[in-house]
């Protein structure tokens, strides 16, 4: 059975709310920013929600989120978010995890993004970004283990850099039906 529907605004209200799995549903509408009010979160798994047609998760990821000070993974992978990644990502201190992959994300990746220094593991291919990374990955981000920006819009404009994982980008296709 698949949960359907929209995320209530009012999960921003549970303030000792740590972890929250909703993948794999049928959820629809956008992310509500109360989300951000959540300080003590650590773990939000929002995968695999485009599975209703034009009904699906969408929009943005919330400029609040940001705020959760102690959120360490971040996965919202095979949605249909779009829009640019908001910098206050880098604000995420205690980040290991982040997977934005199969969405359409546009614009630049936010160069706060690459001073988060516990980041392990981060997935952002299949968007639609664009632009360069900064010649210091290796340094400014120590622990960094996998990073796949795959299938991203402008073929050849990130470059190989041989530290870990990483994937040379090609292009975005989704078709929304």
């Not at 509408?29 to 798994?45: A, M, T, V």
């Not at 699906?56 to 000070?69: E, H, K, Q, V, Y």
Request: net charge neutral.
């Amino acid at each position: 059975m698949q949960l359907s529907g929209s995320i209530s605004p009012q999960v921003g209200n549970l303030s000792f709310l740590r972890d929250l799995y909703l993948s794999n549903n049928s959820l629809i509408g956008e992310i509500p920013p109360q989300l951000g009010r959540l300080h003590r979160f650590e773990n939000l798994y929002l995968l695999n929600n485009s599975f209703t047609g034009l009904h699906n998760l969408r929009g943005n990821i919330p400029a609040s989120f940001g705020n959760m000070s102690s959120l360490k993974i971040l996965s919202m992978t095979g949605n249909f978010l779009s829009g640019k990644v908001p910098s206050t990502l880098g604000e995420l201190k205690s980040l290991s995890v982040l997977t934005l992959s199969k969405n359409c994300f546009s614009g630049g990746i936010p160069s706060s993004i690459f001073n988060l220094s516990y980041l392990t593991h981060v997935y952002l291919g299949l968007n639609q970004f664009h632009g360069s990374l900064p010649p210091d990955m290796g340094i400014s981000l120590p622990n960094l283990q996998s990073f796949d920006v795959a299938l991203n819009y402008d073929e050849g404009i990130f470059w190989y850099w041989a530290f870990g994982y990483f994937s040379v980008g090609l292009g975005c296709f989704f078709l929304l039906v």
